[in-house]
Nanobody, 125 residues
Framework: QVQVAESGGGLVQAGGSLRLSCTAS????????MGWFRQAPGKEREGVSA????????YYAASVKGRFTISRDNAKNTLYLQMNSLKPEDTAMYYC??????????????????WGQGTQVTVSS
């Protein structure tokens, strides 16, 4: 049984930092590309960042590029998202997702096979 679980969310002031983690079990972690998505109330789920199975390629939405850093530790079956210079508009539920092998449409939720339950990030102004 595949399980994906996020952690590390919380309340932070604008300009602050948070580090999200995502652990996956029940799958061969390095067979999967991984992504972070977020969804704010009343809005569609949007792709934030993605990383190839090896970690050699990373991708970012324009809204977070230069502020967020995605990484993975395949030995620990763990994905990370370092979020710096946070803004109130970053407030959302953040989800981790796994996609088997390569992903052609990195920020399209339907491309991903497994999802976590989400962790809330709230940035106060």
């Amino acid at each position: 049984q595949v399980q994906v679980a996020e952690s590390g969310g919380g309340l932070v002031q604008a300009g602050g930092s948070l580090r999200l983690s995502c652990t996956a079990s029940g799958l061969t972690f390095d067979d999967y590309a991984m992504g972070w998505f977020r969804q704010a109330p009343g809005k569609e789920r949007e792709g934030v960042s993605a990383i190839s199975w090896s970690g050699g390629s990373t991708y970012y939405a324009a809204s977070v590029k230069g502020r967020f850093t995605i990484s993975r530790d395949n030995a620990k079956n763990t994905l990370y998202l370092q979020m710096n210079s946070l803004k109130p508009e970053d407030t959302a539920m953040y989800y981790c997702a796994a996609a088997y092998r390569a992903v052609l449409r990195l920020f399209v939720p339907d491309e991903y096979n497994y999802w976590g339950q989400g962790t809330q990030v709230t940035v106060s102004s």
